[in-house]
């Protein structure tokens, strides 16, 4: 059953009517990128909150209204919201289709991970990561091109404010290579660190940061583990000797503590979206966090 979603609400005149650009994301990391390449020109809401799964999000009627008033839909795409068909048919609008200003799928420029085996979840038969993995806002690199393609959507619609947007972005692209060369630095002394994860939110991370993400808790997203499946996979860990477990702050906390004993590993909450924690307030310290939680974590397990 979906988790009901508390969407705050929100009035800004459309872009075409001179106003800020009303936005809606499908994420606080979209929301984020938005607000940093817009400014004041953009008024952003999400419509999933930072503490929740993302493939399970339900959105009340009332809140319906709310985006036919946006200018922008921006989503992360793939199969990562499989919530939106459903609210776009409602919805009703021509506008936020495939090929329209109105619409941005984000994913469409990235290199996808995990792209080569189409797999299908069980439950409902919704598919689940079914065409790459679908977290690649968690490697900071491609902010790059996430915030070009917003860029370009934001101008599209007011573009007397695209050298406002260019700056904005410019000034966020100083501030990422001087933080990515800092977190590196920071990780470089647990390249090739063997870890296991809850779910498989965390590959474009794990690449970029040198992690080798050996097996997942989830041996198919989104479908809790199976007793044996958990056996053979603490049982395998303590042979390899993984140490760490990364878990989100939603993961079933029984499920987190029985891998911990049994393996012997040290688990980590690490933080999928911006907002998910006070010193996560936006996008580049979303990372500022996670990376701080994880070299502690690491450090402590030697």
Same mark, same amino acid.
Request: aromatic share 6%; no cysteine; proline share 8%.
């Given at each position: 059953?979906?988790?009901?979603?508390?969407?705050?609400?929100?009035?800004?005149?459309?872009?075409?009517?001179?106003?800020?650009?009303?936005?809606?994301?499908?994420?606080?990391?979209?929301?984020?990128?938005?607000?940093?390449?817009?400014?004041?020109?953009?008024?952003?809401? %999400?419509?999933?909150?930072?503490?929740?799964?993302?493939?399970?999000?339900?959105?009340?009627?009332?809140?319906?209204?709310?985006?036919?008033?946006?200018?922008?839909?921006?989503?992360?795409?793939?199969?990562?919201?499989?919530? =939106?068909?459903?609210?776009?048919? %409602?919805?009703?609008?021509?506008?936020?289709?495939?090929?329209?200003?109105?619409?941005?799928?984000? $994913?469409?420029?990235?290199?996808?991970?995990?792209?080569?085996?189409?797999?299908?979840?069980?439950?409902?038969?919704?598919?689940?990561?079914?065409?790459?993995?679908?977290?690649?806002?968690?490697?900071?690199?491609?902010?790059?091109?996430?915030?070009?393609?917003?860029? &370009?959507? @934001?101008?599209?619609?007011?573009?007397?404010?695209?050298?406002?947007?260019?700056?904005?972005?410019?000034?966020?692209?100083?501030?990422?290579?001087?933080?990515?060369?800092?977190?590196?630095?920071?990780?470089?002394?647990?390249?090739?660190?063997?870890?296991?994860?809850?779910?498989?939110?965390?590959?474009?991370?794990?690449?970029?940061?040198?992690?080798?993400?050996?097996?997942?808790?989830?041996?198919?997203?989104?479908?809790?583990? %199976?007793?044996?499946?958990?056996?053979? @996979?603490?049982?395998?860990?303590?042979?390899?000797?993984? &140490?760490?477990?990364?878990?989100?702050?939603?993961?079933?906390?029984?499920?987190?503590?029985?891998?911990?004993?049994?393996?012997?590993?040290?688990?980590?909450?690490? =933080?999928?979206?911006?907002?998910?924690?006070?010193?996560?307030?936006?996008?580049? $310290?979303?990372?500022?966090?996670?990376? &701080?939680?994880?070299?502690?974590?690491?450090?402590?397990?030697?």
């Amino acid at each position: 059953m979906l988790r009901p979603l508390a969407l705050v609400l929100f009035a800004a005149a459309p872009g075409w009517g001179g106003g800020p650009l009303a936005v809606v994301t499908t994420s606080t990391d979209l929301k984020a990128l938005v607000e940093t390449v817009g400014g004041n020109r953009v008024q952003v809401e %999400s419509l999933a909150p930072p503490l929740h799964d993302p493939h399970l999000v339900e959105v009340r009627p009332g809140q319906l209204a709310k985006l036919k008033d946006a200018a922008l839909l921006v989503r992360i795409g793939l199969d990562h919201e499989p919530w =939106l068909a459903r609210v776009l048919r %409602s919805v009703k609008d021509p506008r936020f289709s495939l090929g329209s200003a109105h619409y941005l799928d984000t $994913s469409k420029t990235i290199q996808l991970l995990q792209a080569e085996t189409p797999r299908v979840r069980g439950e409902r038969d919704v598919p689940h990561h079914g065409f790459g993995n679908t977290h690649y806002w968690l490697d900071p690199e491609n902010a790059r091109p996430i915030t070009e393609e917003i860029l &370009k959507a @934001l101008a599209r619609l007011a573009p007397a404010d695209r050298p406002h947007f260019e700056t904005n972005r410019k000034h966020f692209i100083e501030q990422l290579d001087t933080r990515l060369a800092r977190w590196l630095q920071a990780m470089a002394p647990y390249r090739g660190t063997r870890v296991v994860v809850v779910h498989e939110s965390w590959p474009y991370f794990a690449q970029r940061f040198g992690l080798a993400v050996v097996a997942a808790v989830e041996s198919t997203p989104g479908v809790p583990p %199976s007793a044996s499946y958990l056996a053979s @996979l603490t049982q395998k860990m303590r042979e390899a000797g993984v &140490k760490l477990l990364i878990a989100e702050p939603y993961s079933n906390a029984s499920v987190v503590s029985q891998v911990e004993a049994r393996s012997g590993a040290r688990a980590v909450t690490l =933080l999928p979206s911006v907002a998910g924690d006070p010193e996560a307030r936006d996008y580049l $310290s979303l990372f500022e966090l996670n990376i &701080k939680r994880l070299t502690e974590a690491l450090a402590a397990t030697r």
